[in-house]
C-alpha cells in the first residue's frame, strides 16, 4: 500500500506528518545519522557572580515551586532549582549551599507524603544530597524565617504545622534528623549566633521563647521574655533581620522592637515609634511579606511602607522604601518604592537594595551610594514572594 501524500488544504495534519516521515526513510536515513543535542554537565555559574534567588511560589501549579537565580549586577538570569510543593528555600552561611525544605507526593497531586530537605551545591546547582523530614512541614507561602541554618552552618531548623507547631532539627553534617522540638503556640525561627543548637520564635501571647538543645537533641533550656506587644492590637511582623546576634522587628502600625537572642535567656532591649504623627495620620503602616532589609556596614535598616494602611493592608506593596537608623530607631530618609513586597541588601560586594515589585514580578535594583536604580529584570514566574542575597 502506498502511504497517503496527500498535503493539500483539507489533508489531515496526522497524514501530513506521516507522510514527511516515509519521505525521511525513503530517502535512506537512519538512527545512526541522527546526532542527538547533549547536555553539558560540570558547568557552574562563574565564581565572581553575586547571587539573588527568588523563589516563586507558582500559585497557579503549587507542585512545581521555584527558586530562580539571578545575576546581581544586572538581573540577567543565570539558573534554577526545583521548589517542589511550598518549598522554603535558605542558603548557607557562607553561600556555599543550597536547602530547600519541600514536600512530594507520590502520584504528583495525590499518594505518599514525603517531607523533605534537599541539598544544592550553589555553584552547579546540582543536588548533592537530601534528608527525610517528619510529614508535619509547613506548608505555607514563602516566608524566610520557616527554614533557617544555625549560625555555623551545622543543623537546619525547619517550620512545622499541623497546625500544632514545632521545629525539626537536621544535622547536615551528618545528613539526618537531629530531632523535633515542640513549641506550642510560636512560630518562626531565629537562631542565635553564639550557639549553633539555640533558637528563638515568636509567640502568640505577645513574647520570645528561647530553646536550647544539646549535642544529642535533647530540650535542656527554655525561655520567655515578658510580653512586649498586643497581638490583638498591634502584632508584629514575624519577618525580621538581625545583626550580630540582635534581632529587629517591626510590628502593624509603625514601632521598632530590638530584642538581644544570643544567649539562653532572650532579652528585649526596647522600642521606638518610627511613624510620626503627621505620617500616622496619612495612614502610613509597613507592609508586604519580607518587608525588612539591612544595611549591616551603615547600621541602616530598610521598611516597606504604604499609605492608607488600615486593619488587613500588612501585606500591602510598599509605595515607599524608608530608612531607619538601628542605634536610634528614628527615620532617616525616605524614597518610592515600586510596589515592593520582598527587600534584601547585596551582601557580596555590590551595595545595592534588591525590591520585589509585586504587581509585575520584577526584580529592581537600587545603588544605595548614589540612589540610583541600575536595572528592572523581566517578569520573574507567578508569584514570586521572597528574595535571598547571601
Known sequence: ???????????????????????????????????????????????????????????????????????????????????????????????????????YLTRHTHGERHDVVEIYNADTLRMTGDVELPTRRAESAYQQTLTRPSFDGRYLFVQNATPATSVSVVDLQNKKLLT???TAGCWGIYPSSTEALRFSMMCGDGKLATVTLDAAGKVTQRAVT????????????????????????????????RADLRGAQPVLEGSTPFVTAEDRKAGWRPGGFQLLALDAPRGQLFVGMHPKGAEGSHKNPAQEIWTLDLATGKRIARMKAPNAIALSVGTSGLHYLYALNGATNQLVAFDLDTKRQVFVSQPIGEAPLQVDTP
Open 226 to 257: 515578658a510580653k512586649f506587644f498586643d497581638s490583638g492590637n498591634d502584632p508584629v511582623f514575624t519577618a525580621t533581620v538581625a545583626k550580630d546576634g540582635h534581632y529587629f522587628f517591626v510590628t502593624f502600625t509603625g514601632t521598632l522592637h
Open 180 to 182: 523535633e522540638v515542640p
Open 1 to 103: 500500500m502506498r502511504p497517503i501524500t496527500k498535503t493539500g488544504p483539507r489533508a489531515p495534519v496526522w497524514k501530513t506528518a506521516l507522510a514527511a516521515g516515509f519521505a525521511f526513510f525513503a530517502a535512506g536515513a537512519t538512527a545512526a545519522d541522527f546526532e542527538p543535542e547533549r547536555l553539558k554537565d560540570g558547568v557552574a555559574l562563574p565564581a565572581d557572580m553575586p547571587r539573588v534567588y527568588v523563589s516563586d511560589f507558582a500559585i497557579g501549579h503549587l507542585m512545581d515551586g521555584r527558586i530562580n537565580v539571578f545575576d546581581g549586577r544586572n538581573g540577567k538570569y543565570a539558573g534554577l532549582l526545583d521548589g517542589g510543593f511550598a518549598g522554603h528555600f535558605a542558603p548557607s552561611p557562607d553561600g556555599k549551599t543550597l536547602y530547600v525544605a519541600t514536600t
